[in-house]
Nanobody
Framework: HVQLVESGGDSVQAGGSLRLSCAASGIFVSEYQMAWFRQAPAKERQRVAWMTNFDSTHYTGSVEGRFTISKDNAKNILYLQMDDLKPEDTGVYYC???????WGQGTQVTVS
């Protein structure tokens, strides 16, 4: 049984930072291309950061230079460090495999 459980969402002021975590069970994050998606209110879900299983990282333009995706293979956790947060970063953040086979339940980030 695969589970991806996100945590770390919160309400912060613009310019602040948050670190999201995604604890995986049933799969190994080292064996999958992993990603963070964001769904803002009344908008489609968007992939904001992803990491290949060779540890190459990629970002959508609006978060480039502010967000950092990483993983701890020993702990089987995927992270998203978010710095210099902006109101437009508000949304539900989901951890998922890049191909969409597995999804977490999401964690809310609100930036005001």
């Amino acid at each position: 049984h695969v589970q991806l459980v996100e945590s770390g969402g919160d309400s912060v002021q613009a310019g602040g930072s948050l670190r999201l975590s995604c604890a995986a069970s049933g799969i190994f994050v080292s064996e999958y291309q992993m990603a963070w998606f964001r769904q803002a209110p009344a908008k489609e879900r968007q992939r904001v950061a992803w990491m290949t299983n060779f540890d190459s990282t990629h970002y959508t333009g609006s978060v480039e230079g502010r967000f950092t995706i990483s993983k701890d293979n020993a702990k089987n956790i995927l992270y998203l460090q978010m710095d210099d947060l902006k109101p437009e970063d508000t949304g539900v953040y989901y951890c998922a495999t890049v191909r969409g086979e597995y999804w977490g339940q999401g964690t809310q980030v609100t930036v005001s």
